[in-house]
C-alpha cells in the first residue's frame, strides 16, 4: 500500500511539474509545448487524483489556483451572478455517463422521462464576457476574472459586434457571452506582423484575451472582436411579468433583442443522440470561421436545472466534452535546414500537404537534432502531425510499421547550405547546436539586418524582412552599414516602392540613428545579448568603442554578465571588424555613446534608488521601451523578484513573478500608474 501511495504520490508530482511548465510556456513565452487538450486532461488527472487520495494534496498544487484575477489596471466589477465554469469529459463515456445520470436524477425527482431534454452546442474558444443593460442601455461590460470579481472592460466591449449598446425594450438584463477572434482576423494579424518581423500570436483565444484588455478601446476595435451570446444571467427578458422556461426559449429571445447567439445545434434525449450531437459538431469544427474547443451539453429546462444543482465549483446540470486535437498521417518529404541570426540550423520539416484542423498543412517544426533522434523520424517516414494550439504543427511521432528500408536518416550537412562553410556542433545552448560560424554568411546576414531593424532594436519603421529579402537580393545591402548609405533613388528600385514609401524608409532610417548606444548594441545580435543586458553594458562602460579590447573581468563586474556572455562579447568586439564597423557607424551620424538616451534627452533621476521587475505584455510598449524609460530616469531594473525589489511592473498575463511579489508584499503596479510616476 505504501508502495502505491509512493508510486500515485511521485506521479502527481510529476503532473503538477508538467502543469505549471506547459500554463509558463503559454502564459508567459506564448510558446505552448502540450495542445489544450493534453492540458485539460493532466489537470483533470491530477484533480481526481488529490480527491481520492487527500494525503496527495499539496497546498501549492497548481488545482487550488483559480482560473484568472482581475488586473488592477481596470476597475474590478462584482458579477450579479457567478459565471462559473463546467466539468470537462474527455470521452463519449464519460458523455454518456453524465447524461444518463442526471435523466436518473430528474426521474426520481418527479419528471417524466420524455420531459428531460439536453441542449448540445460549439463551446467557442475565447474568453468569457458578461454584458448588463439598465433601462436597456449597455452599462457595464466586464471579464470572467475569477468567476466572482472581474475587470470594467466596458469601452472594450462596446467595439465588439454582436452586442447591442441600446435593446429594443428598456430591460434590466445581464447575459453572459464568449468573445472571439475569428479565424480570418486572426490569419490577417498575423500575416502582418510576420511581414513586421513581430512575434506571431500564438492561437486566436490569446489573441482575442490581449485584445480585450487593452487601455485604449480603440486597439481593441482594431481586433475585429466578435461574441456568441450563450446565457442570460439574470434579470428579464421581457418587459411584461414573464419567466423563461428553457435554454432554448432563453436564446431565441436574446437573438430578438439584437445579439449575436451560439446555434443550439441539437436537442436530445438520450445519451446516445448526445454522442451523435457532438460527433456531428466535431466533424464540421475545422471548417467553422472560429475556433471551437470543445462542445456543452446543457439541461435544457431551466426548472430541472434548479433540481439538480451545483458542485461545489461547477453546476450538476452540464458537462464540457473536450475534443483531442486532430491528427493525421502524411509523408515527411525531407528536412530543410534554415540559418538563423546567431548562425544557428533549425530543421524544418517538409511534408506532403494534408488538410489539418482546418488549414493545408505542408510543413512542421522538428526543434532540433535531439527530438528527430529521440522520436526516430527518418526522411521518407509516415508520421504523424498534430497542431498543438500553435500555428505550426509538429510531427508527433513516425509510424515505424510503415517503412519500407528505404527511409534515410536524418544528418544535418557538413557545410552550411546558405554560405557552404564547415559546420560545428554546439554544446551550451539546449538541446545541442548545430552553428555556421561564418560572421559573412549571407543566410545570417539576412536575419541579422532583420534583428537590426526590429522594434526593440534600431525600429526602422517600414524595413519588416520582405524588404530586407529585397534590398539583398537586389545588391543594395552586403553588411549592416549600409543600411545607412541607402538613397531614395536605390529604394525606388524595389518592387513595390513608391516615392512616398520610399521617402518614409529614408526618414525612419535618418531617425534610427539617434536610437542611442544600447539599443545599437542590441541591434548587433551578438550571441546571448540581450536588451537590458546591453542597456547595462553601455550604462556602465558609456561608449561602444570602450568595449574594444576589454577583457573578461572587467565585464564580470556587471552583475548581469557571467563567463558565457563575457566569452561572447569578447568574441565579437575582438573581430577586427567590429572596430571599423563602429567607427563606420559614428561617422554616418550614429549615437554611439550611452549619455543620451534612444529619445536623445537628457536622463532625469525620478526613479534613482528604485528597481523595477517587468512581467507580462504591456499595453502600450515593449519591454525593452519600458527598461529604457526606466533607465533613462535613474531607476535599475532586475530579471527576477527578490526583497530588493521595489516595484513590480505588470501587464497582460504576467506570471509567477506576480505571484512571487504577492508574497514577498512588494508593490505591484501597471502601466498607467507607472507612466504617472515620470510625469510628476
Ligand atoms: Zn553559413
Redo the contacts with the bound molecule.
Keep these: 500500500m505504501d508502495e502505491k501511495i509512493n508510486q500515485l504520490r511521485k506521479h502527481a508530482e510529476e503532473l503538477r511539474e508538467k502543469i505549471l511548465r506547459a500554463s509558463d510556456l503559454y502564459y508567459n513565452h506564448d510558446a505552448p509545448e502540450i495542445s489544450d487538450f493534453e492540458y485539460d486532461a493532466m489537470f483533470d488527472e491530477l484533480k481526481k487524483l488529490e480527491a481520492e487520495y487527500p494525503e496527495l494534496d499539496k497546498e501549492d498544487s497548481p488545482t487550488h489556483r483559480v482560473g484568472g484575477v482581475a488586473s488592477a489596471k481596470f476597475e474590478k466589477v462584482v458579477h450579479p451572478v457567478k459565471m462559473g465554469s463546467l466539468t470537462d469529459v474527455f470521452n463519449e463515456e464519460d458523455l454518456m455517463a453524465f447524461v444518463k445520470k442526471s435523466t436518473e436524477a430528474l426521474i426520481s425527482a418527479g419528471y417524466s422521462k420524455d420531459d428531460i431534454l439536453y441542449s448540445v452546442e460549439p463551446k467557442i474558444d475565447g474568453l468569457s464576457i458578461s454584458v448588463t443593460y439598465t433601462d436597456g442601455k449597455l452599462t457595464m461590460g466586464a471579464t470572467r476574472g475569477d468567476g466572482n470579481v472581474g475587470e470594467n472592460v466596458t469601452d472594450n466591449i462596446m467595439t465588439i459586434s454582436g452586442i447591442p449598446h441600446k435593446l429594443p425594450d428598456p430591460l434590466n438584463l445581464t447575459v453572459r457571452g464568449e468573445a472571439y477572434m475569428p479565424k480570418d482576423v486572426f490569419e490577417r494579424l498575423n500575416s502582418i506582423k510576420e511581414e513586421n518581423g513581430e512575434k506571431l500570436l500564438a492561437n486566436p483565444r490569446n489573441a482575442a484575451a490581449g485584445a480585450l484588455r487593452r487601455l485604449d478601446a480603440s486597439e481593441t476595435a482594431a481586433a475585429h472582436l466578435s461574441v456568441f451570446v450563450f446565457n442570460y444571467q439574470t434579470g428579464n427578458l421581457w418587459t411584461e411579468e414573464r419567466q423563461p422556461l428553457t435554454h432554448a426559449e432563453t436564446i431565441a429571445r436574446i437573438k430578438e433583442l439584437g445579439f449575436s447567439t451560439i446555434d443550439i445545434h441539437a436537442i436530445v434525449k438520450t445519451p446516445e443522440e448526445a454522442v451523435e450531437a457532438i460527433r456531428e459538431i466535431g466533424e464540421k469544427r475545422f471548417s467553422l470561421p472560429y475556433d471551437i474547443d470543445g462542445a456543452v451539453i446543457k439541461v435544457n429546462t431551466l426548472a430541472q436545472r434548479n433540481t439538480l444543482g451545483e458542485n461545489p465549483s461547477t453546476p450538476k446540470w452540464a458537462v464540457a466534452f473536450k475534443y483531442p486535437p486532430e491528427k493525421k498521417e502524411t509523408r515527411l518529404l525531407k528536412i530543410e535546414t534554415n540559418?538563423g541570426r546567431t548562425?544557428v540550423l533549425t530543421p524544418l520539416a517538409i511534408l506532403e500537404p494534408v488538410r489539418l484542423a482546418g488549414t493545408t498543412v505542408s510543413k512542421a517544426t522538428l526543434h532540433n537534432i535531439d527530438i528527430i533522434r529521440q522520436k526516430d523520424i527518418r526522411v521518407g517516414d509516415m508520421v504523424v502531425v498534430q497542431k498543438a494550439g500553435e500555428i505550426i504543427p509538429e510531427i508527433v511521432s513516425s509510424v515505424k510499421e510503415k517503412r519500407n528500408g528505404t527511409e534515410q536518416i536524418f544528418n544535418f550537412p557538413e557545410t552550411?547550405p546558405?554560405?557552404g562553410?564547415k559546420l560545428f556542433y554546439d554544446n551550451d545552448d539546449e538541446g545541442g547546436a548545430i552553428r555556421?560560424q561564418?560572421p559573412s554568411?549571407p543566410?545570417?546576414l539576412e536575419r541579422r539586418i532583420i534583428h537590426f531593424a526590429s522594434r526593440d532594436a534600431m525600429n526602422i519603421d517600414g524595413m519588416g524582412p520582405a524588404v530586407v529579402r529585397d534590398l539583398i537580393e537586389n545588391g543594395l545591402i552586403s553588411k549592416v552599414e549600409d543600411i545607412y548609405s541607402l538613397k531614395k533613388e536605390d529604394i525606388l528600385t524595389l518592387p513595390n516602392k513608391g516615392q512616398k514609401s520610399a521617402d518614409n524608409l529614408i526618414a525612419a532610417i535618418e531617425k534610427s540613428k539617434a536610437r542611442g548606444a544600447a539599443r545599437l548594441l542590441y541591434a548587433f545580435g551578438i550571441r546571448h545579448i540581450g536588451y537590458e543586458t546591453a542597456e547595462a553594458l553601455t550604462q556602465k562602460f558609456g561608449s561602444l568603442d570602450s568595449f574594444i579590447g576589454i577583457d573578461s573581468d572587467k565585464l564580470m563586474t556587471l552583475e548581469d554578465i557571467g563567463e558565457v556572455k563575457a566569452a561572447s562579447l569578447i568574441s565579437f568586439f575582438g573581430q577586427p571588424e567590429t572596430a571599423a564597423l563602429i567607427s563606420h557607424l559614428k561617422s554616418l551620424g550614429l549615437v554611439t555613446e550611452s549619455e543620451t538616451n534612444g529619445n536623445g534627452s537628457l536622463a532625469d533621476e525620478k526613479l534613482a534608488g528604485l528597481t523595477f521587475v517587468l512581467t507580462g505584455t504591456l499595453p502600450t510598449m515593449t519591454r525593452g521601451e519600458a527598461t529604457e524609460l526606466i533607465k533613462s530616469h535613474g531607476g535599475k531594473t532586475a530579471g527576477s523578484v527578490s526583497k530588493k525589489t521595489d516595484y513590480v511592473l505588470a501587464g497582460d498575463d504576467a506570471g509567477s513573478k506576480l505571484t512571487k511579489a504577492g508574497e514577498l508584499g512588494i508593490k505591484i503596479i501597471y502601466e498607467t500608474t507607472f507612466l504617472k510616476m515620470l510625469e510628476e
Design positions: 540559418v548562425g552550411c546558405s554560405c562553410e555556421c561564418n554568411c543566410a545570417q
